[in-house]
Every structure is written in structure tokens, then in C-alpha cells.
């Protein structure tokens, strides 16, 4: 199974959900950027300060902070044996800056694209109630969800990494889903 892991989706698939689940069952760490950017918040840093503005609105944080914070986060002694990113990358300069970080040693082995439709998606985080979670801030996260993020599904596919995987349904099948796609 590979475990330097990438897992893409619309905002509200239930990535976090299933990459903490994934990373339990196989021993990897969960590198979430959006985990590390609300860490920031809730220890109220300067970073957390600039970035809560911008999540609370929707928007990405801009990429040479969150680049900064994989990059440290990818040399932490743990991450030596695999990872699984989740939420990053987000645009495609993150994306190149990854391959930047990781080189040829230590690329990406499998990309999972959850899929979930669009109603199903607003459903779901409108349940959540984060407090990113407003409809404006959701509606953002999706235009910017299409528009920046989106495009990585081609990126991935085209270097044979990225394979699909339906994420609606009970969630210990979806996970089963994607166990099954990393072992084939
Ligand atoms: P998430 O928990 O992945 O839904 O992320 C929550 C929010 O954090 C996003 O709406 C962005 O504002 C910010 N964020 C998380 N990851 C990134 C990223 N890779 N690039 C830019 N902003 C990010």
C-alpha cells in the first residue's frame, strides 16, 4: 500500500473525516492544513490572526503560507515512513511547491478523489457548523473549490495517480472503499 498519500475533494466530502480514520488504521500522520491553520486560530498566533479573517470568508490562505507550513510539517521526523495530506494542495503553485518538497525520492504514490455531489456536499457542511460554515462562506469555498482546486483532479490523473472513490454512503464503507483502491 502507499502511504505518501494525497486525498482531493470538494469542500464537505468528508475528507478530514476519512483521512483521520485512514491514517489511524495504517499509521501515518494526518497532515490537514486546514487542522494546522484552525491550531493557529485557537492559539491565537499572528498567523492564526491573518488566517481566520480569510477562512471565515471562504477564501484560501495565501500559498506561501500554507507551503511554509507543509514543508516544515513534511521534514518532522514522522513523516519519514508516509504521510496522508489532506486539503492540501489546494491551487496548482501548491501543488508544484509540493513536488518541489518532496522530489523525486519521496513523490506522491496514490491520489484519492472523494466524490460527493453538490447538494450532498452543502447538506453536510451546513450540518458541521464550524464557523466557516456560513452559506456566503460555503459558497465561496465551492466557486474557489472549482476554480482552483478542481483542476488537480487532471494533474493527478494524467501522472496515473489518481483514482476515484465514491464518498457518499456509511462512512466505515467509504473508508473500506479507499482501503481497498490503496491496496490494488
Ligand atoms: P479545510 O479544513 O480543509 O476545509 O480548510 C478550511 C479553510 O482553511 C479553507 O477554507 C481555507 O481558508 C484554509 N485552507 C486550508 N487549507 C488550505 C490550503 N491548502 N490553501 C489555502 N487555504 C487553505
Known amino acids: 500500500m502507499g502511504r505518501r498519500l494525497l486525498i482531493l475533494g470538494p469542500p464537505g466530502a468528508g475528507k478530514g473525516t476519512q483521512a483521520a480514520m485512514l491514517c489511524r488504521a495504517i499509521g501515518i500522520p494526518h497532515v490537514s492544513t486546514g487542522v494546522m491553520l484552525r491550531d493557529h486560530v485557537d492559539r491565537s498566533t499572528s498567523l492564526g ?3 481566520k479573517k480569510i477562512m471565515d470568508s471562504g477564501a484560501l490562505v ?3 503560507i500554507v507551503i511554509a507550513m507543509v514543508a516544515e510539517r513534511l521534514d518532522a521526523a514522522d513523516a519519514a515512513c508516509g ?8 491551487t496548482a503553485a501548491q501543488a508544484e511547491a509540493l513536488d518541489d518538497v518532496l522530489g523525486d525520492e519521496r513523490g506522491l504514490e496514490a ?4 466524490e460527493a455531489d453538490e447538494d450532498e456536499v452543502v447538506q453536510r457542511i451546513l450540518a458541521r457548523g464550524r ?7 460555503v459558497r465561496t469555498r465551492i466557486a474557489v473549490y472549482h476554480e482552483q482546486t478542481a483542476p ?3 494533474f493527478y490523473l494524467e501522472r496515473g495517480l489518481l483514482t476515484r472513490v465514491d464518498g457518499v454512503g456509511d462512512i466505515d ?3 473500506a472503499r479507499i482501503v481497498a483502491v490503496l491496496a490494488s
Open 131 to 137: 464557523s466557516d460554515d456560513t452559506e456566503e462562506a
Open 173 to 175: 464503507e467509504i473508508l
Open 49 to 51: 490572526a491573518k488566517a
Open 111 to 114: 491520489v484519492i478523489n472523494l
Open 62 to 64: 495565501p500559498d506561501d
Open 152 to 154: 488537480l483532479i487532471d
Open 83 to 90: 504521510f496522508l495530506l489532506d486539503g492540501f494542495p489546494r
